[in-house]
């Protein structure tokens, strides 16, 4: 093996794909030692040729995504890649025409950029790919079903996390004064963006399940990571519930504080709809707090099917308060989701960056020719 080419949205950008696309990297590298990568971001602006990185984010308007995909192209050409592998699945709109030249070219689907999408043109280039990789199994049933792709040519590899930055500890004294919360009192959590166009998370809901909690739990305090054009939405609808003293809204939550913010819930909520997996509720199992999802998208195999939190309906507040009360009055069989440790190590087990490592290594050997 000589050459592999990457595509990528982006890799230093905030993000699910960009995550997954840094993940790939380091994977990649770690699988072929032998071969060299280069990498080809949309939207990263620096270019470093001693890691192979082709970045073509200082390209603006009509022309940026042209010049990206003819960069891409004409390396192909040039060095025959004994694979392409793009992280997100709209580029294969421009890579299908290379499967015919003999050229191996794989895609990975997570999970909104392609539901409901697959007609025309996006799913006829789905269809020429050599693999698709989805990251759940979700996703792979959507594209199985929309776009009529074999399943001999598809292999789920499920998300990942970065370990080094999750892991369990006692709740920040920092945060616990910067919200004016006791070390000991019940705190439920949701980190995302509150934008219009991701109401899906189900911050909304969570609100709704509050009033009837709070009467059974009277210290329970919500916190809501994020910002985005949603938040008024948002916290006029507290008002109307009369949880203003209830919950707390952080604004944009850094890197660096991300897993302190973790550790001070003891339970993360986000009855979701629009998951294609959801590396938040790895992060959170990371810091050993277990998670409350939705049923409707993929973010029960986040949780191992239920083992490591709860699924419930995510439009129906009531179930969530029901979900949150059993958890917080421990009126369920779960004993190991209040001990962080166990929470760890089972979603290192799970989703890890060596189990990442070994499902990709396994759908690469599964999808390209021998």
Not at 66 to 81: D, H, I, S
Not at 85 to 101: E, G, I, W, Y
Not at 218 to 245: F, M, N, T
Not at 296 to 313: K, M, N, Q
Request: charged share 20%; net charge neutral; glycine share 8%.
């Amino acid at each position: 093996m000589k050459f592999i080419h990457l595509w990528v949205s982006g890799i230093e950008e905030t993000g699910g794909i960009q995550h997954y696309s840094a993940c790939c990297v380091q994977a990649l590298r770690e699988i072929y030692p032998q071969a060299r990568l280069r990498i080809f971001s949309k939207n990263d602006v620096q270019s470093d040729p001693d890691t192979g990185l082709h970045a073509f984010g200082r390209w603006r308007g009509k022309l940026h995504t042209p010049v990206f995909a003819a960069a891409g192209l004409a390396w192909a050409m040039l060095e025959r890649p004994d694979f392409i592998f793009a992280t997100h699945p709209h580029f294969m709109k421009a890579l299908a025409p290379l499967t015919r030249l003999g050229i191996p070219c794989l895609t990975a689907a997570h999970g909104i950029e392609t539901w409901g999408l697959m007609a025309g043109s996006f799913g006829a280039a789905l269809r020429q790919a050599t693999g698709i990789l989805p990251v759940s199994a979700f996703t792979h049933d959507v594209i199985h079903r929309e776009a009529h792709v074999p399943m001999s040519r598809m292999c789920v590899v499920p998300d990942t996390f970065r370990e080094e930055n999750f892991a369990p500890g006692p709740k920040s004294s920092a945060l616990l004064q910067r919200y004016g919360l006791k070390p000991d009192q019940p705190v439920i959590l949701t980190i995302g963006r509150l934008s219009a166009s991701e109401r899906y998370k189900g911050q909304d809901q969570v609100l709704l399940a509050m009033p009837s909690l709070v009467r059974e739990l009277p210290d329970l305090h919500y916190i809501i990571g994020g910002r985005g054009d949603d938040e008024p939405r948002l916290r006029q609808l507290c008002a109307e519930l009369g949880l203003e003293k209830q919950v707390t809204f952080t604004g944009f939550i850094p890197e660096a504080e991300l897993a302190d913010h973790y550790r001070l819930a003891d339970l993360y909520v986000m009855p979701s709809t629009g998951e294609g997996f959801g590396i938040v509720y790895l992060e959170s199992l990371a810091c050993g707090r277990p998670c409350l999802v939705g049923n409707a998208d993929a973010s029960p195999e986040a949780i191992d099917h239920g083992r490591l939190g709860f699924i419930v309906p995510p439009r129906d507040p009531a179930q969530i308060a029901n979900a949150m009360l059993s958890f917080f009055r421990r009126r369920h069989d779960k004993p190991w989701l209040y001990e962080p440790e166990t929470l760890h190590r089972e979603v290192v087990k799970l989703y890890g960056q060596q189990a990442f490592r070994g499902y990709l290594h396994l759908a690469l050997s599964e999808l390209l020719p021998s």
